[in-house]
């Protein structure tokens, strides 16, 4: 069974700083890894897409790899904002579709 | 297009009333995928239609629980009898299988008092 899990779980930056987040799956026979955002108490945003085939994705200040060999993507921000604390979900598609533990951001002013 | 639909927002029931929760996905998408999402289990997959056939339903907690999608821009998950620890936010979620990924719906927040 395909396993996800996203390091660290909680991180807290200063505004301005850029910072990686983390994912890694067990089962590297996926069709495409999403990256997602979720507010409190709303609901998910899909930031980027990957599918299987592709190395990386880029929209705005977010960049996302997919290293499907060994199982691993991160999810990289570049000069983070306040705006940006929110959690961060990864998900991968496989014969059923998985998701991350989550990595809680806070961008502190 | 609206996106994935979901209704209502909001649901506060009473233990032991039977709720039904309704989700119109994005026209075009093939699959649908419900899942509930709490404090202590993360987001969790209940139940996945593919071209309207239910797929796999293993996440199910309970009998209490079902779905349907009678066809294909219609979606159900009902609990009957509901309980105070099936307070969640349940997603719907919507693919075209082979596409441009997953459409979460706002999602549904239930409380059972």
């Known amino acids: 069974k395909q396993e996800v899990t996203q390091i660290p779980a909680a991180l807290s930056v200063p505004e301005g700083e850029n910072l990686v987040l983390n994912c890694s799956f067990t089962d590297s026979a996926i069709y495409n890894l999403q990256w997602f955002r979720q507010d409190p108490g709303k609901g998910l945003t899909s930031l980027l897409l990957i599918q299987s085939s592709q190395r990386e994705q880029t929209s705005g200040r977010l960049n996302a790899s997919l290293d499907k060999s060994s199982g691993r993507s991160t999810l990289y921000i570049a000069a983070s904002q306040p705006g940006d604390s929110a959690t961060y979900l990864c998900a991968v598609t496989g014969n059923q579709f998985y998701f991350g533990t989550g990595t809680s951001l806070t961008v502190i002013p | 297009d609206a996106g994935v639909i979901q209704s209502p927002r909001h649901e506060v029931t009473e233990m032991g009333q039977e709720v039904t929760l309704r989700c119109k996905p994005i026209?075009?998408?093939?699959?649908l995928f419900w899942y509930r999402q709490t404090m202590m289990r993360g987001l969790e997959l209940l139940i996945y239609f593919n071209n309207n056939v239910p797929i796999d339903d293993s996440g199910m907690p309970e009998d209490r629980f079902s779905a349907k999608m009678p066809n294909a821009s219609f979606s159900t998950l009902k609990i009957q009898p509901s309980e105070p620890r099936d307070s969640a936010v349940y997603f719907c979620?919507?693919?075209?299988?082979?596409?441009?990924?997953?459409?979460f719906g706002s999602g549904t927040r239930l409380t059972v008092v």
């Open positions: 979620a919507s693919s075209f299988t082979g596409g441009d990924g997953y459409t």
């Open positions: 026209s075009g998408h093939n699959s």
